[in-house]
């Protein structure tokens, strides 16, 4: 679709329609996901109770869906013998989840080859449509729909979005309402994760202890896993979905083109299910059902009683969920407790296995080939991949990359749910008073520039990339309305992601039909998070000076400013050019709308230094999740966060040895080099033990305290004249047993580099 001759379309038509009264005006084209294909045609449909719906028995789901939405919309009754009418047409040329979308003055017709396409075009069509449709107090005699022509179709078949229902537990009501908006969205896959080790629940019949035992735990962390001291609400916390729930949640989906995929973890993460049947453990020992966060040694042992319980829980999970997979984890289980059982070892021996990974292969494997027999296909977290991978399992890849290129090269099918860019349990903002998160960043753009298929796919490769996935855990979210504020808007720039081709695609003009949906979302009474008047703020050298420069990406908005740390009114300065930097600066901003504030107040903090807007190298990119502002971020004048290791300034490296190079114009005294470590060793991050300092050719090593909390200060005075220095930063290598991630690379964060 050519953006630019759409945006010049709709003006044109406003321009005509300016002159009728408001509520004659048709909605201008803001659908989310952008269809492929977009053309707005002369004149307008007006939609009034004297309209009927025409449809063939192939599309009664969707008419119907549509029937129901404008009569309970408007409190009207459409007249079903009307001439002027809403025509639905089977056209089997297109594909199973195209459509065609063709308004003219006299009448709107919908084509599809099945009635999940006719489903998809009556979403379109619902966005063109008064806001007020959707809380049922449209009260105007007739609604004005602009002639237009959409010709569409998905980008990739895999278009989901997953909810944690094991740490915090949700309401059917409220998994029914979470369909909803996905189905507004076309998204078409609901990833349900029912069990963990904070709670099972999903009733089994077989094993009542699950839901009697399994389901609740005794306390509940209160607070943030590295808080101290770490603090509980010392109340009794769970529950369970009964299979009659389950059903009734699946038909409900499924008239909505949702697929519910459940997830049933193995081998890991089971110590809810092991503290009702512990003989299932390595150990047999009793254990509770986890009370905190993270990863538990305690997982499901590899003996036939084991599988012999997994196959008579999935066999009850397969009668509930029709869908073609089931998800079995397969994601951080610790190998401590197989390594010293002695069933596990002997299972090494008797199947000629080499080690722990090589008998979680075992382990997926054996379970992929019971539910093979039952016609169903496994997906699982990339670890799956470790040991060895069977060619009929599909990957989902959330630790990066690198799982989704690996399992694509060999054969594999892909679902990409990138941690960087699909993890919707972080922050989305910068601000102060966002709700207590996991940790991270991912800001609404981020979301937005996720490409699903990696660049170092060939082009037959890529098409076992199936799609994406967006994924809300749930350890810091007790209640549906902070599910919704994590999940909007920025299931609106995934949906966007897996639907719409990339050409069609343009972050700035999403965020304008975005602006615009949040409308919608009130009137839906989903609680969503507004960042759109947030300011994006960054250093800039220009010409060799440092400047701050600011902006904010709507449309017809000011930013005003001070520097003498007051709050901004709209007397205050307007900001025009970047503000130059060179002392110790405090910035007070927010934007406007001619007189009124619309969004939160902006408050930056900068220090001026040596370093500051000097060229920097480093040896590895940060990661993809944590890169924060790049490699310049480090000596910029801003610090990090104390609150949070993941915001745009704090760097983060995953097992990399890290060697930052920092070259001055000319000779310079070094006095004193700082800067700071995240030690949050319960997220997997550690301080380095040691940093070594390289100058004139020379290296000195330094030790690194740790005993100062999960913040950890790092100053040293070389007292030297320089032109360079180089700081190398070795990684704390492999996390020991008995910790969290115990086993996996740990990762090292570091923040700004000041040079005195």
Wanted: hydrophobic share 35%; net charge negative; proline share 5%.
């Amino acid at each position: 679709m050519n953006i630019k001759k759409l945006l010049a379309s709709c003006l044109f038509l406003l321009g005509l329609l300016s002159c009728k009264k408001e509520q004659e005006v048709a909605i201008l084209p803001q659908i989310i996901p952008q269809p492929n294909q977009l053309e707005i045609t002369e004149g307008a449909f007006e939609l009034n109770p004297t309209i009927g719906i025409k449809s063939p028995t192939l599309f009664l789901g969707s008419s119907n869906y549509l029937k129901a939405f404008i009569e309970k919309g408007a409190s009207w009754e459409l007249n079903s013998s009307s001439e002027r009418e809403i025509e639905f047409v089977e056209n089997k040329n297109l594909s199973a989840e195209g459509y065609q979308l063709n308004v003219t003055p006299n009448r709107i017709v919908i084509k599809a080859a099945t009635d999940q396409g006719a489903f998809y075009a009556v979403q379109s069509l619902r966005q063109l449509l008064p806001v007020s449709f959707e809380n049922g107090t449209f009260s105007d005699s007739k609604a004005v729909i602009p002639c237009l022509e959409i010709i569409d179709e998905p980008r990739f078949q895999y278009r989901g979005m997953h909810l944690d229902v094991s740490r915090h537990m949700f309401p059917v009501s409220f998994i029914k309402s979470y369909i909803d908006a996905l189905a507004l969205l076309k998204i078409n896959k609901f990833h349900w994760h029912l069990t963990d080790d904070q709670g099972w629940r999903i009733e089994i019949k077989k094993f009542p202890k699950l839901q009697g035992e399994a389901a609740f735990r005794d306390k509940t962390l209160k607070g943030h896993y590295n808080d101290e001291p770490v603090q509980y609400q010392n109340e009794r916390y769970g529950g369970f979905y009964s299979q009659e729930e389950i059903r009734e949640v699946v038909a409900y989906a499924k008239e909505r083109h949702i697929t519910v995929i459940p997830e049933i973890e193995m081998p890991g993460h089971a110590q809810a299910a092991l503290s009702a049947y512990p003989e299932l453990g390595c150990t047999g020992n009793s254990i509770e059902t986890a009370t905190t966060w993270g990863v538990f040694e305690d997982i499901f042992c590899s003996k036939d009683e084991t599988f012999e319980f997994l196959e008579g829980v999935l066999d009850e999970v397969v009668e509930l969920f029709p869908s073609e997979y089931i998800h079995i984890g397969g994601d951080e289980a610790p190998k401590t407790r197989w390594k010293a059982c002695e069933n596990c070892q002997k299972r090494i021996q008797e199947e000629g296995l080499k080690e722990e990974f090589e008998l979680q292969s075992y382990f997926i494997k054996r379970i992929e080939k019971y539910l093979s027999l039952k016609g169903k296909r496994i997906i699982g977290w990339d670890e799956i991949i470790e040991g060895g991978l069977s060619p009929n399992s599909t990957v989902m890849s959330w630790r990066g990359f690198e799982g989704a290129i690996t399992a694509a090269k060999q054969g594999n099918d892909v679902v990409m749910t990138p941690s960087s860019h699909c993890y919707f349990d972080y922050y989305q903002s910068e601000g102060s008073n966002e709700p207590t998160a996991i940790g991270g960043f991912l800001p609404l753009e981020k979301v937005y520039s996720l490409e699903p298929i990696p660049e170092e796919l060939d082009e037959m490769d890529s098409k076992h990339i199936l799609g994406a996935q967006g994924n809300l855990w749930t350890e810091y979210i007790p209640n549906s309305k902070q599910v919704e504020y994590m999940v909007f808007p920025r299931i609106l720039a995934l949906s966007e992601v897996v639907w719409t081709q990339p050409e069609s695609k343009n972050y700035k003009e999403f965020v304008q039909r975005v602006e615009h949906f949040h409308k919608r979302l009130d009137a839906l009474g989903i609680h969503y998070a507004n960042h759109l008047y947030d300011i994006e703020g960054g250093l800039i050298v220009d010409e060799g000076k440092s400047v701050y420069e600011m902006k904010t990406l709507t449309n017809g908005k000011i930013i005003k400013y001070t520097l003498d740390g007051s709050s901004p009114n709209k007397e205050s300065l307007t900001y025009g050019q970047p503000i130059p930097f060179s002392k110790d600066m405090e910035i007070h901003a927010a934007v406007f709308r001619g007189d009124e504030k619309v969004g939160s107040d902006f408050h930056q903090k900068l220090w001026s230094h040596k370093a500051v807007g000097k060229h920097i190298e480093l040896n590895v990119s940060p990661h993809k999740a944590y890169q924060g502002s790049g490699a310049n971020g480090l000596v910029n004048g801003i610090w990090g966060s104390s609150t949070r290791y993941g915001d745009k300034e704090w760097l983060g490296f995953w097992g990399d040895d890290l060697e930052i190079m920092i070259n001055f114009e000319e000779e310079t005294d070094i006095d004193s080099v700082s800067t700071r470590f995240y030690d949050g060793q319960g997220q997997w991050i550690y301080a380095p033990t040691e940093v070594i300092f390289e100058a004139n050719g020379k290296q000195i090593t330094y030790p690194v305290n740790g005993s100062e909390g999960v913040l950890i200060n790092f100053k040293i005075e070389p007292k030297i004249r320089t032109t360079s220095f180089k700081l190398i930063v070795p990684n704390y290598g492999t996390i020991p047993e008995g910790k969290q991630g115990a086993g996996n690379k740990a990762w090292t964060f570091i923040d700004e580099i000041v040079v005195k």
